[in-house]
T-cell receptor, first 114, second 115 residues
Framework: DAKTTQPTSMDCAEGRAANLPCNHS???????VYWYRQIHSQGPQYIIH?????ETNEMASLIITEDRKSSTLILPHATLRDTAVYYC????WGRGGSARQLTFGSGTQLTVLP | NAGVMQNPRHLVRRRGQEARLRCSPM?????VYWYRQLPEEGLKFMVY????????ESGMPKERFSAEFPKEGPSILRIQQVVRGDSAAYFC?????????????FGDGTRLSIL
């Protein structure tokens, strides 16, 4: 799976949009981009994933550049409860029906400030 | 829908004892993954199972660790003769069959402490 690069930490004011970048310049055509977050002492929480089109759900939006070499996770109105480590993960679409494991990097520590 | 259920949430063992960690996947999910998170580190993949089959155990330590996912009942991660270095949070994730781009959903983990 392709390697991802994320900033170590970011701050965001409560109520503002949080934009978390991720570089994945070696991504291949059959690799998806997944975002998870981990709030202290809890299990990772799935947020969103996409292949090449922008995606939106009730939690966030995912913007993938046209060349797919980078993406941005957007939390439209950050709250204090969004403080967590956010992981950007690239995973190959599994062959033969089998699914692949996730490879977690160091992620971005997002701190939402009051 | 109930999420991925792991138990116990906390487990304390003395060196040399056995630890058994259980994971019940989400309803309808037949793929189970185990990950380990050492203190101050990221999650590391251990093993991927489907019902009654180990698909990928490339992340499992060669000795003392084993995993199963029987036809009936939860998946079990078993650690024999535990040592201090086994102290970690162990997370289980599950995903549905079929499309392999389906996201994995995680439980809240078992915190294993070795005295």
């Amino acid at each position: 799976d392709a390697k991802t690069t994320q900033p170590t930490s970011m701050d965001c004011a409560e109520g503002r949009a949080a934009n978390l970048p991720c570089n994945h310049s070696t991504i291949s055509g059959n690799e998806y981009v997944y975002w998870y977050r981990q709030i202290h002492s809890q299990g990772p929480q799935y947020i969103i994933h996409g292949l090449k089109n922008n995606e939106t759900n009730e939690m966030a939006s995912l913007i993938i550049t046209e060349d797919r070499k980078s993406s941005t996770l957007i939390l439209p109105h950050a709250t204090l409860r969004d403080t967590a480590v956010y992981y950007c993960i690239v995973r190959e679409w599994g062959r033969g029906g089998s699914a692949r494991q996730l490879t977690f990097g160091s992620g971005t520590q997002l701190t939402v400030l009051p | 829908n109930a999420g991925v259920m792991q138990n116990p949430r906390h487990l304390v063992r003395r060196r040399g004892q056995e630890a058994r960690l259980r994971c019940s996947p989400m309803k309808g999910h037949s793929h189970v993954y185990w990950y380990r998170q050492l203190p101050e580190e990221g999650l590391k993949f251990m093993v991927y199972l489907q019902k009654e089959n180990i698909i990928d155990e490339s992340g499992m330590p060669k000795e003392r660790f084993s995993a199963e996912f029987p036809k009936e009942g939860p998946s079990i991660l078993r650690i024999q003769q535990v040592v201090r270095g086994d102290s970690a949070a162990y997370f289980c994730a599950s995903s549905p069959p079929g499309g392999s781009n389906q996201p994995q959903h995680f439980g809240d983990g078992t915190r294993l402490s070795i005295l």
